[in-house]
């Protein structure tokens, strides 16, 4: 057994929740002490090599109270059902390494746009609930989808804008 696999955590269980209650604190503060917070712990190419902490920050911003209510609720309904399945260690260290990992693509592929948002680390919490249980049946509008469908169309929704021109993508 790893350190890691064996390290008990306090209110394990709980981490989906903790992370959106963290979030949600986060972007209150964002929005009292804004443009400043926002700049000194978003993530952007310019700011790779001197201000690291932006690789873990930047997930705890949001653009918006759209973009915060959107992850947070996908995160209130796949996150506990993931953390349930792989345990909690396991859950954040699957969180924030997609979190790290997307901010990284984005910053490369996007070097002129900062990055804020947990979708990345949503996205990764979809995948990995998709590869250990893709025909769960997950209620999307009242109407009943296999997991795999959902994160499907979750990801062609996100993508869509990029590939029209009409955003740098989430």
Known sequence: KSALS??????????????????VLVFILQLLLNPWLTNFFQLSMSTLFTK???????MFLHGGFMHLFFNMLALFFFGPTLER???????????IGSGVLAGLAQV??????????ASGAIFGVLGALTILMPDMTVFLYFVPLKMKYVTILFAALDLYPILTGNGDGI
Do not use: E, Q
Not at 52 to 58: A, C, E, I, K
Not at 87 to 94: A, K, Q
């Open 52 to 58: 690291p902490w932006g690789l873990v920050t930047s």
């Open 85 to 95: 399945r792989i345990g909690s260690t396991n859950f954040l260290l699957l969180y």
């Open 6 to 23: 064996a390290l008990r955590l306090p209110f394990s269980g709980y981490y989906s929740y903790i992370l959106i209650g963290i979030t």
């Open 108 to 117: 490369v592929i996007f070097p002129l746009y900062p990055v804020v948002g």
